[in-house]
């Protein structure tokens, strides 16, 4: 009882705090925020069944969420025109249905090999079908895209999703299902020989798996989700267009699943989540988020390889081992100067970009034609760069004291 209890209270937490998201966010910009994090959350998941569980690098994924999308606009027109007629909680099924027929399509010949082909055969499908968007009008829409009405279907038990905050709902229920099959799904032996197939495909094939196979599953499963993420899309917005089937969603999608953490289930969700933020709220503030962005990209990849998730797992032995609280000051020691530096930094870009007007930035007005502002923004960031420096040895010297395992006699492990 206690196991199944530890097993489930997970996933009740995470549908109370869906659930709950808006009680305590009630604005009309919160809510439109946290349908766009439900969109991201299901979508960089199922990238995840690709690349973090399956290893296979996709260039295209944005294919599936895009198509998923348009199918689901056109069953929307058709229930606007009374061809069909049910309520609009199963369009993200619809989408997800059409994901997972193209998928079946494109897998049959695309998971025939991994690595490098399988990447490059995925980008030249993602072009093909975002060249070919801008040629079959009927059914894309062209440049425009293809619009639909949500409030023409039957209601749902009175719910007549007219307002945000009740697609906001219905979203929340579509992730909640999506993020608990897709968990389910690696518990399976498909899953679990995704994980074999990532790490060791020769292995895999000398024990009866056939690698493709494996991966082609996979793939399905990935497009099906991804599909479904597109339905929910084209709930929220009414309509789509060409850019969401295009490289530039498909590289986005790359980032959330990346920087969230590639191979823990929870990354991508924590990954969508950031990704959203920067999106709707760093970009209200400067035009230079996106190379924000980039910058935060390149910095996970190159200090946190593992992404978001995995600097937390690191901490899961000094937190068995009761040691975490050894680290909350150096970690404020060495965070301290570090955010300094960091915000500094944002300062002299966004100084350098304004053009003859003051930079209001935290409460100082900062001149671009001052060199003195230059100056003093310079030698603070050197200070806050060198104090940095000098706290890392610390902070270094704790995390080995945290994580250091002892035998049973007491001396250290080599």
């Not at 801008?134 to 062209?142: N, P, R, Y």
């Not at 494996?214 to 084209?234: E, K, P, Q, T, Y």
């Not at 996106?290 to 032995?317: C, E, K, N």
Request: net charge negative; charged share 10%; hydrophobic share 55%.
């Amino acid at each position: 009882m206690k196991t199944l209890v530890k097993k489930i209270s997970p996933w009740i937490g995470y549908l109370l705090l869906l659930l709950l998201l808006p009680q305590f966010f009630d604005s009309v910009l919160a809510v439109s925020i946290f349908n766009q994090m439900a969109i991201a959350i299901v979508f960089a998941l199922s990238y995840n069944m690709l690349l973090g569980q399956g290893g296979m690098l996709s260039f295209g994924h944005a294919v599936y969420f895009g198509l998923g999308g348009f199918l689901a606009v056109h069953a929307l027109i058709l229930i606007e025109f009374e061809t069909l007629t049910f309520s609009i909680i199963y369009i993200p099924l619809v989408g997800g249905l059409f994901g997972l027929l193209a998928a079946l399509f494109i897998g049959s010949f695309s998971t025939r090999k991994a690595g490098t082909v399988f990447a490059m055969i995925s980008l030249g499908v993602g072009e093909l079908i975002a060249a070919s968007s801008l040629i079959f009008v009927s059914f894309f829409g062209g440049e425009a895209g293809v619009s639909g009405d949500r409030t023409y279907g039957p209601p749902f038990f009175g719910v007549e999703f007219f307002q945000n905050i009740e697609i906001y709902y219905l979203a929340a229920a579509w992730v909640f299902i999506a993020t608990l099959f897709m968990y389910l799904f690696t518990q399976t032996p498909a899953g679990r020989m995704a994980n074999a197939v990532r790490d060791n495909p020769e292995r895999a094939e000398f024990i009866g798996y056939s690698a493709r196979w494996v991966r082609f599953i996979s793939f399905a499963a990935a497009g099906f989700f991804a599909g479904v993420a597109g339905g929910l899309f084209a709930l929220n917005y009414e309509f789509i267009t060409e850019e969401n089937l295009n490289a530039v969603t498909s590289g986005r999608v790359l980032l959330m699943a990346y920087i969230g953490g590639l191979g823990y289930f929870i990354g991508p969700i924590i990954g969508a989540v950031v990704l959203t933020l920067m999106n709707s709220l760093l970009s209200n503030y400067t035009e230079l988020w996106m190379l924000y962005l980039g910058i935060l990209f390149v910095l996970t990849v190159m200090f946190l390889p593992r992404g978001f998730a995995g600097f937390i797992m690191m901490h899961q032995l000094a937190w068995t081992r009761g040691k975490l609280k050894s680290l909350a000051l150096p970690y404020v020691k060495t965070g301290v100067p570090a955010t300094v530096f960091l915000a500094i930094c944002v300062a002299l870009i966004e100084l350098s970009h304004v053009e003859g007007e003051a930079l209001h930035y935290l409460g100082l007005e900062l001149s671009q034609d001052s060199g003195l502002t230059w100056a003093l923004l310079l030698i603070a960031a050197t200070a806050a760069f060198i104090a940095t420096r000098k706290t890392l040895p610390q902070l270094r010297n704790a995390w080995i004291e945290a994580n250091h395992m002892e035998d049973s006699s007491g001396e250290a492990d080599p």
